[in-house]
């Protein structure tokens, strides 16, 4: 008994109820078995009740370990619950200070950034330089593809009496720089990730307003 003893406040020491409950547990297994018990006869009854010990720590110490896991498992998952729930009310945010900026700009804009995201932000070529509107902020990166250029350009003279020989008067023209633009990584994720999860990229569908000036535009 004085070796169990010895075991125990080794135990005690550093594992103080995980060995109280193994303690627990080993005497009322003790006191369970009947003493005829095979297992009591070979090894004595003090080395039984070692082992019973043994074996209730390590069951005790299995089960608190399960239990660790299982909290962290808890933790970890609730952690990203929230996360997720926090970048997306992060985003939705965005996604309305985005739409307020959208909502005030013109149809060409609007009609740009539609036609961006339909292409996978492949690059619109457009003629000539922008002072307002989308090209000219900082949500696009350009590139000059043909730079600006002088040239002369022959306009006939009309209306000449019957008979005269018609010439051309020169006149120097010129030709506006020709330009590629796409939209900042930044933006074009934001605006994928609008239109992806709520369908729109203002507060207003301006599908009906482009219908009606094509119609418009369209009359002879």
Not at 58 to 74: D, P, Q, T, W
Not at 198 to 207: A, D, E, L, P, V
């Amino acid at each position: 008994m004085e070796k169990f003893a010895d075991i125990i406040k080794v135990f005690l020491e550093k594992h103080l109820l995980p060995t109280v409950l193994a303690v627990v547990g080993a005497l009322i297994s003790t006191a369970l078995i009947p003493t005829d018990y095979l297992l009591i006869k070979k090894l004595g009854l003090t080395m039984f009740e070692i082992l019973a010990f043994c074996i209730c720590f390590v069951l005790i110490e299995a089960l608190r370990e399960i239990f660790k896991i299982i909290k962290n498992m808890y933790y970890k998952h609730q952690n990203k619950v929230l996360k997720r729930k926090r970048i997306e009310e992060e985003n939705k945010k965005s996604c309305e200070n985005l739409w307020e900026i959208i909502d005030n700009m013109s149809i060409q804009d609007y009609e740009y950034l539609l036609e961006l995201l339909k292409t996978n932000n492949e690059p619109i070529t457009v003629r000539g330089d922008f002072f307002g509107g989308l090209f000219s902020t900082n949500w696009v990166h350009q590139t000059i593809i043909k730079t600006a250029e002088e040239r002369d350009e022959y306009s006939p003279i009309t209306n000449l009496p019957k008979g005269s020989i018609g010439f051309s008067i020169p006149h120097r023209i010129i030709v506006p720089a020709t330009k590629q633009y796409i939209l900042k990584d930044d933006i074009y994720k934001l605006l994928r990730y609008s239109y992806d999860n709520y369908g729109k990229i203002s507060n207003f569908s301006r599908n009906h307003v482009i219908n009606k000036e094509e119609q418009t535009n369209g009359q002879p």
